[in-house]
């Protein structure tokens, strides 16, 4: 009887850290991304142009692709509560400088700074605490339960934000307190994450473990050396190619499909809400099939969804495929991203390297962020006639999801390998 009580307990408790989690996680990525909610607003009241905009988005970038490795070694060195907690409270400072509307030159300032929290010592420390969070047969369905409740999250502050922004004129002024706002609730958060956040999980793991002990060195040297680690790698990069490229599909439905404008934009908003519920989906079916199994099946679905937009020319008559089509890769690619940092349990990797393992995966996965826009942008101008740029943007996006399947596949062999091994 006690120790069902107990074990009650320790359910209740791991529930409530991970909804602290995945608010924070919802929140925190609001303000360096702010130009994604109010770009126009931004740009008349701080007085900028495209250029400038545009070169704040890549001093994030660049400052997150730097830090991506150190993170992790910081996330294995201290207690992931001491980092969550601290970067929520420094990005919620840095939002309060933000709504000062300063020069252009603060603004890129604020950037690099923002980019540098967010990977330096908060994501790793994240994903360790999620995984420390959740025993070996619930690791799918906590990290698409974040993944989710990240999304969600997001939404629902965002839409305040921008209640309060329409209601106080969408002027400058209203554009201050909106980041007001978003700054208040992260520094709350932050605060929250301190106060809920265990020093010790769930199941009886010391956050700030022994990798401490380990030199830096050492710790580097064997994560390299394991191999599921760099099929992880890759596994996840061919699931977030298709991730960075989902702004292309506001465009591909008002140049090819021929819909509005407000139309592209009301399936941006309906493929951003499959990320509400598909993570959780997929974590609960990782959990029960395993977390290959099910990724193997999202990149046949996502290859098989991708190849029908480059075989079938878009036309306005064909627009019940272009919303079907659209939404079902939606919650393919949401469902990845939420389930595909658990395959660090299933791979075995220690869970005391989970950090540097963390940010040497997200240093390389996270890359389609620099290449792909980029690579879009040529394929577009180069091939405008019928929408042919799209169609082989679809191709390449479609290819790194059947290399996906094939690298999955890899991943089962090597740990089904492993398993009659050591048996």
Known sequence: MKAARQDRLRILR????????????????????????????????????????????????????IFYWPGGWMADLFSPRKLISFSLVIQGLLGLWLATLPSFKVLLTIQLLMGVFLTLTYWSAMIKMVRLLASADLQGRYFGILEAGRNLTAVVVVAAGLYLFDWLGS????????????????????????????????????????????????????????????????????????????????????DVYEQSVVFGGVLSTIITSTGIFAPASAGFLADRWTTSRTI????????????????????????????????????????????????????????????????????????????????????????????LGYRYFFLMLAIFAVAGVGLTLLFRHRISAKLLKAS
């Open 171 to 254: 002027n400058s002024n209203g554009l201050r307190w909106t980041i007001i706002l978003f700054s208040a609730v992260v520094l709350a958060l932050g605060l929250l994450s301190w106060v809920c956040l265990p020093a010790t999980t769930a199941t009886g793991a010391t956050v700030a473990d022994d990798k401490g002990k380990i030199p830096l060195r050492v710790a580097i040297g064997r994560v390299v050396r394991i191999p599921a680690v760099w099929l992880a790698m890759l596994i996840i990069l061919c699931a977030y190619v298709t991730s960075a490229g989902q702004a292309y599909f506001t465009a591909y439905a008002t």
């Open 296 to 387: 193997v099946w999202l990149f046949v679905a996502l290859a098989s969804c991708l190849m029908l937009f480059v075989v079938v020319p878009g036309s306005p008559r064909l627009f019940p495929l272009l919303l079907i089509n659209s939404i079902v890769i939606g919650c393919v690619f949401f469902a990845l991203r939420g389930i595909y940092f658990a395959l660090l349990e299933e791979g075995a990797i220690p869970v005391a390297l989970t950090g540097i393992a963390t940010g040497l995966i997200s240093l390389v996965a996270y890359t389609p962020d620099v290449f792909i826009p980029a690579i879009a942008g040529h394929l577009l101008d180069r091939y405008p006639a019928g929408g």
């Open 14 to 65: 791991s529930h409530k850290t991970l909804i602290v989690l995945f608010m924070g996680g919802g929140c925190i990525y609001i303000l360096p991304y702010l130009s994604i909610y109010l770009y126009v607003p931004m740009k008349d009241a701080m007085h900028l142009d495209n250029t400038q905009i545009g070169l704040m988005g890549s001093a994030l970038g660049l400052a997150s692709m």
